[in-house]
């Protein structure tokens, strides 16, 4: 089976740095992915893993470690626009690129 | 920039009737995907397409789904006969797969929310 866990909820303040955690148990890995989802709207594409170490772009960084089944997506200078639903998604599996999505984290950015 | 269109953006049905979603994937995309989210919930992989045919399906995509790629540009999601628990926001997404980079992300529509009464 395939189990994706993160954090629900998170509150961080404008201009601070707020890292978010994925852990997975998937029957295979062919990449982890994070989208950003605003309320009512589509997922986003924000950055994508497939071998161990960290990914940087822009305000945004992605970090993967395949022995340890974890990721996690950090957020620097934080921006009002960026309360939003960021969701981690694994790709299982070579050659199906179906996503199986976490429950996504809900951050609140703060004054 | 292409991005994935679909439509309608809102659909509000009766139990039992059927209906139909539609998308246009990106142009040179390979691969096309439908997912659904209910509100509050996570996205759930539904099917994915590739070379006009259905190559995986979750649970979820039971005889009441059906996906068709009519022409060179639509990928259309048919629910023969909804039920209130079909309610939910459907997204599509496409694919051009491009080994070692970022040919590997899917890129999502703006999503149909389909409320099924």
């Known amino acids: 089976g395939q189990n994706i866990d993160q954090p629900t909820e998170m509150t961080a303040t404008e201009g601070a740095i707020v890292q978010i955690n994925c852990t997975y148990q998937?029957?295979?890995?062919?990449?982890l992915f994070w989208y950003q989802q605003h309320a009512g709207e589509a997922p986003t594409f924000l950055s994508y893993?497939?071998?161990?170490g960290l990914e940087e772009k822009g305000r945004f960084s992605s970090f993967l470690s395949r022995s340890k089944g974890y990721s996690y997506l950090l957020l620097k200078e934080l921006q009002m626009k960026d309360s939003a639903s960021y969701l981690c998604?694994?790709?299982?599996?070579?050659?199906?690129?179906?996503?199986?999505f976490g429950k996504g984290t809900k951050l609140s950015v703060i004054p | 920039e292409p991005e994935v269109t679909q439509t309608p953006s809102h659909q509000v049905t009766q139990m039992g009737q059927e209906v139909i979603l539609r998308c246009v994937p990106i142009?040179?995309?390979?691969?096309f995907y439908w997912y659904r989210q209910i509100l509050g919930q996570k996205v759930e992989f539904l099917v994915s397409?590739?070379?006009?045919?259905?190559?995986?399906k979750s649970e979820i995509f039971d005889d009441q789904f059906s996906v068709e790629r009519p022409d060179g540009s639509n990928f259309t999601l048919k629910i023969r006969s909804t039920k209130l628990e079909d309610s939910a926001m459907y997204f599509c997404?496409?694919?051009?797969?491009?080994?070692?980079?970022?040919?590997?992300?899917?890129?999502f529509g703006p999503g149909t929310r389909l409320l099924v009464l």
């Open positions: 998604a694994v790709s299982a599996r070579a050659g199906s690129y179906q996503l199986t």
């Open positions: 998937t029957s295979g890995f062919n990449g």
């Open positions: 893993n497939v071998l161990d």
């Open positions: 142009s040179n995309h390979l691969y």
């Open positions: 397409f590739y070379n006009n045919e259905i190559s995986e």
């Open positions: 997404a496409s694919l051009k797969p491009l080994r070692g980079t970022l040919g590997e992300t899917q890129y």
